[in-house]
């Protein structure tokens, strides 16, 4: 069983960084895409940004510019760079991993609050 492990949320002040991590518990076999959701209290989840196994990525058009997703493919690891955060990017955020075979992963969650 593929166990997802995230990490790097916390509090910060508006206009800081953080770099969050998802690690798979082993490599994920027919692995197509992996990427960030989120979700704020009282509102639905939403997509954060996407990345397939080729390389492409995709961005919520109030992410585009300030966060980056990567991967490290020998980690099984992938990343969630948040600069210029902003009180409303507060939210529990989710990562997942998407196989061919209509199977997905998902992480329990970390905790970004953006506040002075």
């Known amino acids: 069983q593929v166990q997802l492990a995230e990490s790097g949320g916390g509090l910060v002040q508006p206009g800081g960084s953080l770099r969050l991590s998802c690690a798979a518990s082993k490599t994920i076999f027919g692995l197509k895409a992996m990427g960030w959701y989120r979700q704020a209290p009282g509102k639905q989840r939403e997509l954060v940004a996407t990345m397939t196994t080729g390389g492409s990525t995709g961005y919520a058009d109030s992410m585009k510019g300030r966060f980056t997703i990567s991967r490290d493919s020998a980690k099984n690891t992938v990343y969630l760079q948040m600069n210029g955060l902003e009180p409303e990017d507060t939210a529990v955020y989710y990562c997942?991993?998407?196989?061919?075979?209509?199977?997905?992963?998902w992480g329990q969650g970390t905790q970004v609050t953006v506040s002075s």
């Open positions: 997942y991993f998407d196989t061919i075979f209509s199977r997905d992963y």
